[in-house]
């Protein structure tokens, strides 16, 4: 197993490039071919391989972009549903946090990470909002990452009506009043598509209600319509 043998120094002196021109040779769908690029958690992760990606010394290998299918470690495990793979790439989480997490999805092999979009976003987007918790965990999750169209995390998750997710986002330190987006804040957001709780907790946090911006020009106008 790899604890006793030196597997990745062993996979490291491998030629990978004329293992993946192999690989795609046999491999009938395009969707499926990797890039003469992809790095080997990412390899890992895509097939399962938790023990080979216990044994690489980098905490945060997970959520960096690969360029790949699904983008990333972490995203490929889980549209895979290698539950043991995500485990090994978020070192602490909890097993039975994270396989009620899975369970939850709908995701399925078909899935593609879309230009620019993360891990996190996509589960704050999704209304995932235990993937969010376990994700938020992370030494620097990125909290004010910019999104679709500029917006921010509390911006998407403030006007898909996910509450939970806002609060999470909130208690972990995002900026009520950052700007960007379409709606230009998250208060303004929210009050377009009528979702009075995310109203009241962005209020409660310090969201400024006369924050010009956006496509209505601030919160009071965007709630009229």
């Known amino acids: 197993g790899c604890k006793c043998i030196p597997q990745l120094d062993f996979l490291n002196g491998l030629a990978l490039n ?23 958690p990412y390899l890992f992760a895509d097939n399962g391989l938790a023990r080979l990606i216990e044994a690489i010394d980098d905490q945060d290998v997970a959520f960096k972009s690969s360029g790949e299918r699904y983008g990333s470690p972490i995203f490929a495990a889980i549209a895979n549903n290698h539950l043991e793979a995500a485990l090994a790439l ?26 620019g979009q993360t891990p996190l976003s996509w589960a704050v987007s999704g209304g995932h909002d235990s993937l969010v918790e376990i994700f938020l965990k992370r030494s620097n999750p990125e909290l004010h990452q910019k999104c679709s169209a500029g917006a921010r995390l509390l911006h998407l998750a403030s006007v898909r009506g996910h509450t939970k997710i806002v609060k999470l986002l909130l208690d972990k330190g995002a900026d009520v009043n950052a700007q960007g987006g379409t709606y230009g804040n998250a208060l303004q957001a929210a009050s377009v598509r009528g979702h009075t709780k995310i109203v009241k907790l962005l209020l409660d946090k310090g969201a400024d209600v006369n924050a010009q911006g956006g496509r209505y020009g601030n919160a009071l106008q965007a709630a009229s319509f």
């Not at 009620?100 to 899935?111: E, F, G, V």
């Open 18 to 40: 004329t293992w993946i021109q192999v690989h795609n040779l046999f491999e009938h769908h395009q969707i499926r071919r990797y890039s003469l690029n992809v790095k080997l």
């Open 90 to 115: 978020l070192p602490g989480c909890d097993r039975s946090s994270l396989q009620q997490a899975l369970l939850n999805l709908t995701i399925d092999r078909t899935l593609v990470a879309r230009k």
